[in-house]
């Protein structure tokens, strides 16, 4: 069997530097698609070689750069661009190209940030998929979703899950393939979850590498799991909003606040009504809609301190075997 390593080497060696860039090509898998790139990112999965899916590229993008305050974004049907001053310039073009023009000094390490969270999720968005803010989990055989605001506990509840033995499929970008409006489901991302150091020391996940930080601003850590990831697209069952409670409760949300909620959530709203653009915003609200009515939303209340967050992951266990029992 190749060792992830192994696979890394030969894909790179196999496809040999760009002459323009002087960078090599490296392979990986993500969202279920093969993702060719310049800027190394150990985050994915390595594969071999083969024709892409998507193209990351490091070359000069002719879009004007991130002002001194911080951030310049320009969405066009066909092209989405976006600008950090201090990391630099990402050009989403069409379905399967993102350019990227790093800041003077900026090494892969820092761009991966950017790149595999709001640039990746704008592509998968611009090839048809519906791309929630949130993290999922594999609970045998069927997807949990995890949606919040920032603080809620979704990657922190997505680390007690996979510590009582579930499988990871995506944290941060989940992005949601509703091409059978009947089946919706969850695409695998990659392995690794993002959490605080206070959650990293109380759910301590066992087989995990942490990974360096790589900005001091940056107060999460990546934790590259060496088990407990999905490498399969897995159906939806069920969709909670987190929220901080005295005890673990769930309790469905009426049918006329699943719509707002869902939107609420998607990644793409993130950047206002601007980055609709075209066709998008009708796509996006027609998809919102088809998820709200086939899977509907879930308040979950989750228990304030860490001390306590076994308590909702029991919760999501039998609230999932009595929706299977339902029937």
């Known amino acids: 069997m190749n060792s992830p390593i192994a696979l890394a080497t030969r894909a790179d060696l196999a496809a040999g530097p760009d002459a ?15 993702v060719s790139s310049q800027v190394a990112l150990p985050e994915l999965e390595p594969t071999t070689p083969a024709t892409p899916d998507i193209e990351i590229a490091v070359r000069p993008i002719d ?6 305050e911080g951030a310049a974004f320009r969405f066009e ?5 976006l600008s950090w001053q201090a990391v630099g310039g990402f050009l989403i073009d069409g379905t399967n190209r993102i350019d990227v023009e790093p800041a003077p000094g900026i090494d892969d390490a820092l ?4 790149l595999l969270g709001p640039v990746m999720a704008l592509l998968l968005h611009q090839r048809g998929l519906l791309v929630l803010h949130a ?27 996979i510590r009582a033995g579930h499988r990871l499929l995506t944290d941060d970008v989940v992005a949601l393939d509703l091409s059978d409006a009947r089946r919706p489901t969850v695409l695998p991302g990659f392995p690794q979850l993002k959490l605080a150091a206070d959650a990293a020391g109380a759910i301590r996940i066992e087989d995990a590498e942490v990974r360096p930080q790589v900005h001091p601003q940056i107060d999460k850590a990546q934790h590259r799991l060496h088990k407990g990831f999905s490498a399969e ?11 901080r409670g005295e005890r673990a409760a769930i309790a ?5 606040g699943a719509l707002p909620t869902i939107i609420r959530f998607s990644y793409v709203t993130r950047f206002g009504r601007e980055a609709l653009v075209g066709d998008f915003a009708s796509t996006h609200l027609r998809q919102c809609a088809e998820l709200a009515g086939r899977i509907g939303v879930c308040r979950l209340e989750v228990p304030a301190g860490l001390e306590r967050i076994d308590e909702a992951v029991a919760l999501i266990e039998r609230d ?7 029937r």
């Not at 697209?233 to 929220?243: D, G, H, N, Q």
């Open 77 to 81: 049907p066909e092209r989405q661009y």
């Open 233 to 243: 697209a897995v159906p939806v069952s069920r969709i909670y909003m987190l929220e």
């Open 252 to 256: 469905p949300l009426p049918a006329a």
């Open 111 to 114: 761009l991966a940030f950017p």
């Open 20 to 34: 323009r860039s002087g960078r090599g090509r490296h392979f990986y898998k993500a969202y279920g698609l093969t």
């Open 320 to 326: 999932l075997a009595a929706g299977v029992e339902a």
């Open 135 to 161: 993290s999922a989990i594999n609970v045998g055989g069927r997807s949990v979703i995890f949606m919040g605001d920032k603080g809620a506990g979704k990657s922190t509840t997505a680390g007690a899950m």
């Open 63 to 68: 879009f004007p750069r991130a002002s001194s």
